[in-house]
C-alpha cells in the first residue's frame, strides 16, 4: 500500500473516532433506594411512626426487594421532608 493510500485510511479511520469522542451523552442518575436506618436518621420519626404514618397514607411508601428487606425512594423521603418543611 502506497503512503497517500495509508493516510487516507488513517485519516478516514480518525476521525469517526473524533467526533464520537466530541459527542457527550447525558444519562440520567438511576433513584437511589435508601434502607430504614436512613430513613429514621432522615425524617427524625422511629420505625413504629413511620409504618403508622405510611398506614394512614401520611408517608411514602416502602417497597418491598424480598421478605425481610424494604427500601424508600430517596426522592419521595425528599418530597416529604420539603413539605413538612413548607407547613
Known amino acids: 500500500m502506497s503512503r497517500v493510500v495509508a493516510r487516507r485510511v488513517a485519516e478516514s479511520v480518525a476521525e469517526?473516532?473524533?467526533e464520537a469522542s466530541e459527542t457527550v451523552i447525558a444519562v440520567p442518575a438511576?433513584?437511589?433506594l435508601i434502607r430504614l436506618p436512613e430513613v429514621i436518621a432522615r425524617?427524625?420519626?422511629k420505625r413504629s411512626s413511620?409504618?403508622?404514618r405510611m398506614a394512614e397514607g401520611r408517608f411514602p411508601?416502602?417497597?418491598s426487594l424480598g421478605l425481610p428487606c424494604v427500601v424508600w425512594v430517596e426522592a419521595e423521603i425528599d418530597v416529604w421532608i420539603a413539605?413538612?418543611?413548607?407547613?
Open 16 to 18: 469517526p473516532v473524533a
Open 30 to 32: 438511576p433513584p437511589r
Open 43 to 45: 425524617v427524625g420519626l
Open 50 to 52: 413511620i409504618y403508622q
Open 61 to 63: 411508601k416502602g417497597r
Open 83 to 87: 413539605a413538612v418543611v413548607q407547613r
